[in-house]
């Protein structure tokens, strides 16, 4: 499959999950899960079910109870990034492949009205529920772009956090991931991302047998890949702490890194 048909895969599955949502109704969705193995769908490995490695159960009673509920049905993510990320009021938050707004529309909570939530996706249904649920939550420093993670529609040194849940995975050219949200961080700035890594001895025929790329399986760095894409990309204090296993020997992880001040 070339990267284009990636890309288009990618955005095929996310609108149909996005058109499942604003009808809080997942059969759309359950059908693309047949094939497409973890990322929100069934398949995830012996003895890892689908509410224990993707999407709303990873986020508390509390976080649920602050957001509209199309938010959290169309949530597909590995981890809890506004957590990881320990954002702090005033803060400007940049998150990749913002899907529905979940995370956004948390962030933008937790920075308060000085601060400030951007979201970047591709995928125009996504975008439009995003939208639709920021006025829900009554959300006003909040702001939904179209674009991809790795051509990021702003400035560079615009925001202070940079986070992401389960996206960078799907990317197809990850270093420029990678270098754009170094870009995007002002000096000092810091990323708290969730996403699916494989373990090191894991060949990329390894992980493309435990599932598709659209699944946020195939497409994963190991472990020592993201830590040398950061260190090639200028960041310092890195960190990836798997926290969950996603499928055989992936696992859904923490990654932390700093941009030097």
Same mark, same amino acid.
């Given at each position: 499959?070339?990267?284009?048909?990636?890309?288009?895969?990618?955005?095929?599955?996310?609108?149909?999950?996005?058109?499942?949502?604003?009808?809080?109704?997942?059969?759309?969705?359950?059908?693309?899960?047949?094939?497409?193995?973890?990322?929100?769908?069934?398949?995830?490995?012996?003895?890892?079910?689908?509410?224990?490695?993707?999407?709303?159960?990873?986020?508390?009673?509390?976080?649920?109870? *602050?957001?509209?509920?199309?938010?959290?049905?169309? +949530?597909?993510?590995?981890?809890?990034?506004?957590?990881?990320?320990?954002?702090?009021?005033?803060?400007?938050?940049?998150?990749?492949?913002?899907?529905?707004?979940?995370?956004?529309?948390?962030?933008?909570?937790?920075?308060?009205?000085?601060?400030?939530?951007?979201?970047?996706? @591709?995928?125009?249904? @996504?975008?439009?529920? $995003?939208?639709?649920?920021?006025? #829900?939550?009554? $959300?006003?420093?909040?702001?939904?772009?179209?674009?991809?993670?790795? *051509?990021?529609?702003?400035?560079?040194?615009?925001?202070?956090?940079?986070? +992401?849940?389960?996206?960078?995975?799907?990317?197809?050219?990850?270093?420029?991931?990678?270098?754009?949200?170094?870009?995007?961080?002002?000096?000092?700035? #810091?990323?708290?991302?969730?996403?699916?890594? $494989?373990?090191?001895?894991?060949?990329?025929?390894?992980?493309?047998?435990?599932?598709?790329?659209?699944?946020?399986?195939?497409?994963?760095?190991? #472990?020592?890949?993201?830590?040398?894409?950061?260190?090639?990309?200028?960041?310092?204090?890195?960190?990836?702490?798997?926290?969950?296993?996603?499928?055989?020997?992936?696992? +859904?992880?923490?990654? #932390? $890194?700093?941009?030097?001040?």
């Amino acid at each position: 499959m070339s990267e284009s048909d990636v890309v288009e895969q990618v955005r095929e599955r996310y609108a149909a999950a996005a058109k499942a949502a604003m009808g809080v109704d997942r059969r759309t969705l359950d059908v693309l899960d047949e094939a497409d193995g973890c990322c929100g769908g069934g398949g995830c490995g012996a003895g890892v079910t689908e509410a224990e490695a993707f999407g709303a159960a990873l986020y508390d009673a509390d976080q649920a109870g *602050q957001v509209p509920e199309r938010a959290l049905s169309a +949530s597909l993510g590995c981890g809890n990034p506004t957590a990881v990320a320990e954002l702090h009021q005033g803060e400007r938050v940049l998150d990749l492949g913002s899907g529905g707004g979940l995370d956004v529309l948390l962030s933008a909570r937790r920075v308060g009205p000085d601060g400030f939530a951007y979201g970047v996706d @591709m995928t125009d249904e @996504m975008l439009s529920l $995003a939208r639709e649920n920021a006025v #829900r939550a009554g $959300a006003t420093n909040v702001e939904f772009l179209k674009g991809r993670i790795e *051509q990021v529609p702003l400035p560079d040194g615009a925001v202070d956090v940079v986070i +992401s849940n389960c996206v960078i995975n799907l990317s197809v050219d990850k270093p420029r991931v990678l270098a754009e949200m170094f870009r995007v961080l002002a000096p000092g700035g #810091r990323v708290g991302v969730s996403d699916v890594v $494989a373990e090191d001895q894991l060949t990329p025929a390894d992980r493309a047998e435990r599932g598709s790329h659209v699944g946020c399986v195939a497409g994963a760095l190991s #472990r020592q890949e993201y830590i040398d894409g950061l260190t090639a990309g200028g960041f310092t204090d890195i960190e990836v702490v798997f926290t969950h296993e996603a499928a055989p020997q992936m696992h +859904s992880a923490i990654v #932390r $890194a700093v941009k030097p001040a």
